[in-house]
Nanobody, 118 residues
Framework: QEHLVESGGGLVQPGGSLRLSCAAS????????MSWYRQTPGKERELVAG????????NYADSVKGRFTISRDNAKNTAYLQMNSLKPEDTAVYYC???????????WGQGTQVTVSS
């Protein structure tokens, strides 16, 4: 069965760090663009960061630039989101997404909760 499994969420104090992982099962990530999104209750899911299939280019939401880093290890079939200098407003459920344009395939992880609080 093809799916994404996220891990690494949790409770952290403001200024702390977390690393989220997104592992693919049943398919190979190397041909997919990978992204991380986040969502809070009552709000739409927002794009946090994305990375090309080779890892050669990435992009970030303005709110996380300089604090978050997206990366991938195609040999391990896994993508990551390193989150530093966390703020309470980073509290959300974080989802990873794998997208291939042609032939089209898209997968979502189940989500992992990140809570930033003292």
């Amino acid at each position: 069965q093809e799916h994404l499994v996220e891990s690494g969420g949790g409770l952290v104090q403001p200024g702390g760090s977390l690393r989220l992982s997104c592992a693919a099962s049943g398919f190979t990530l190397s041909s997919f663009f990978m992204s991380w999104y986040r969502q809070t209750p009552g709000k739409e899911r927002e794009l946090v960061a994305g990375i090309s299939s080779t890892g050669g280019s990435s992009n970030y939401a303005d709110s996380v630039k300089g604090r978050f880093t997206i990366s991938r290890d195609n040999a391990k079939n896994t993508a990551y989101l390193q989150m530093n200098s966390l703020k309470p407003e980073d509290t959300a459920v974080y989802y990873c997404n794998a997208l291939r344009v042609f032939p089209r395939r898209e997968y979502w992880g189940q989500g992992t909760q990140v809570t930033v609080s003292s």
